[in-house]
């Protein structure tokens, strides 16, 4: 499902909420961005290890020192 799929069937969703609901509907999507972005960054960060690689923090903090 596209991006401008998921954003038609949230609007229609949201046709008949009244703000309360409206509101708690936002709360839910943004605590589930949030659960995602942690996930992501965890596999990120296993991958960096499991492929012995440099992250991002690691290459700044060279960069600082030198």
């Known amino acids: 499902m596209s991006m401008f799929d998921q954003f038609k069937m949230a ?3 949201m046709k008949n909420m009244n703000s309360g609901q409206i509101n708690e509907f936002a709360k ?3 605590e589930s961005k949030n659960m995602l ?3 992501i960054r965890e596999l990120v ?3 960096i ?3 012995d690689l440099i ?3 690691e ?3 060279m960069i600082r020192k030198a």
């Open 11 to 13: 609007s229609e969703m």
């Open 45 to 47: 960060e296993k991958e």
């Open 59 to 61: 290459v700044e903090k």
């Open 55 to 57: 992250s991002r923090s």
């Open 28 to 30: 839910r999507a943004g």
């Open 37 to 39: 972005e942690d996930t």
């Open 49 to 51: 290890q499991k492929r």
